[in-house]
């Protein structure tokens, strides 16, 4: 097994064994992926990758018929489904991973892909899941990308690097997590290295958030 997949096999791990916890104190959408919602048309398909507790589900379902959530992690796709019984809205699980998305080219009229694009292990597997983006996302279909950035207040870097950020739960037991942070200009090359063209980007709350169409 590569470092690469051995990260991966950590990622999912590690979500599944937090999964309770973080559903519960990740209860609200950010306003960024809300703005972004409401202003985009209506569609029939919205995907959600990296849907977790499936928070960015809900306000998805008020743009399209049907909404799919992604995830690597088991546990937290059961949350998420949990969530959309209770609340109404039309939610499909399921668990993949970013890079290798199981769905027919051009099938989503929006996609949201925020918080887990930095979680993958290496450079090429994050490219990969931005040109698996542009795959899936119809012609005039709208998507969002975030990733943590070098902005945040917590980093004092310049570049772009690899880290691990512990995850504290109930009892003071902390997970570590996988973290790739970004710098800007390196979350516009890995955009302009894929299939996807950026169409607006901004630095907000610490992350990285890009626009994006397929180019």
Do not use: K, Q
Request: proline share 6%.
């Amino acid at each position: 097994m590569t470092d690469s997949e051995e990260t991966a096999r950590h990622v999912r791990r590690t979500y599944d064994r937090i999964a309770g916890h973080f559903a519960e104190t990740r209860a609200y959408p950010w306003p960024e992926v809300e703005a972004f919602l409401a202003d985009a048309p209506e569609g029939r398909l919205g995907v959600d990758v990296g849907c977790g507790n499936g928070r960015h589900a809900e306000p998805m379902a008020d743009r399209v018929d049907r909404v799919v959530g992604v995830d690597v992690s088991a546990e937290l796709l059961g949350r998420a489904s949990e969530r959309a019984r209770e609340r109404g809205y039309p939610f499909d699980p399921i668990c993949a991973d970013a890079a290798a998305l199981p769905l027919a080219d051009d099938c989503a009229d929006l996609v949201v892909y925020v918080a887990a694009l930095h979680h993958l292990p290496d450079r090429e597997s994050r490219v990969r899941s931005l040109d698996e983006l542009a795959r899936v996302l119809a012609p005039g279909g709208r998507a969002l990308v975030s990733a943590w950035s070098t902005e945040h207040d917590r980093f004092d870097r310049e570049s772009g690097f690899d880290t691990t950020v512990d995850w504290t739960l109930p009892g003071g037991e902390t997970v570590p997590r996988f973290y790739h942070v970004y710098d800007p200009d390196e979350f516009r090359a890995d955009v302009a290295d894929s299939a996807l063209e950026l169409v607006d980007f901004e630095i907000s709350s610490g992350n990285c958030y890009g626009e994006v169409r397929v180019g």
